[in-house]
């Protein structure tokens, strides 16, 4: 008798598992990734929008210093 013959009714069950458990571990590796990228893709637009807004307070600035350089000229 062979040791092999003795594991054979338990490697099928465990085998089983061990497929099981894989796949239900790549499906929570896969959706943590998936969310991984969405929070990128979110933090991406807030900087972009974050850069624009800088942008018009700097054109805006220089509108209100240009505007105080005109009537200090005026006065």
């Given amino acids: ?5 003795n594991l054979g009714p338990f490697l099928i069950p465990l ?3 061990v ?3 894989l796949i239900v571990g790549i499906k929570v590796m896969g959706r943590t ?3 991984e990228l969405e929070a990128h893709r979110e933090l991406r637009s807030r900087e972009m929008e ?3 807004r800088m942008k018009e307070l ?5 509108k209100i210093e240009l505007e105080k350089a005109k009537q200090g000229k005026a006065d």
């Fill in 58 to 62: 700097e054109i805006e600035k220089a």
């Fill in 50 to 52: 974050h850069e624009r």
């Fill in 33 to 35: 990734r998936e969310r």
């Fill in 1 to 5: 008798m062979n040791w092999f013959d």
């Fill in 15 to 17: 085998g089983a598992f």
């Fill in 19 to 21: 497929m099981v458990v």
